[in-house]
């Protein structure tokens, strides 16, 4: 059983913006779809290369977005798809804001600037 049917180019354009690879992607809409389920199991349904399949997985872990279950046989689950969305929309919000904060600053100071006369000797 193949998940994502044909539409593997579609979710991966949807997840792109989050920083997922194609391979990641992948595998984190079919854990999304199936919920738990077996590394040697999921290759089958997401598509994803059998060589490349526990590679992806690391790098979900890695990114806080799947947790292994059980280690033998491992067995993974992602985070549920609304608290990964909640998490995402206040990083950015964070960092809309610090940007946001870096312009004002930059702004008043090139204001600021503007008052001073140079004198080059």
């Known amino acids: ?6 539409q593997s180019e579609e979710i991966t354009k949807l997840l792109k913006p989050f920083g997922l690879t194609e391979y990641e992607s992948r595998v984190f809409f079919a854990l999304q779809v199936l919920g738990r389920s077996k590394a040697g199991d999921l290759w089958k349904k997401s598509g994803v290369p059998q060589s490349k399949i526990y590679y992806a997985l690391d790098c ?4 806080g977005l799947v947790e292994n279950t059980a280690l033998e046989p491992r067995e993974v689950e992602a985070k549920p798809f609304v608290r990964f969305a909640n998490e995402y ?3 950015m919000k964070t960092v809309l804001s610090d940007l946001n904060g870096r312009i004002e600053r930059y702004r008043d100071l090139m204001k600021n600037r503007e008052k001073f006369v140079r004198v080059v000797v």
């Open 89 to 91: 929309l206040l990083d």
């Open 1 to 6: 059983m193949f998940v994502l049917n044909g």
């Open 60 to 63: 979900l872990m890695l990114k």
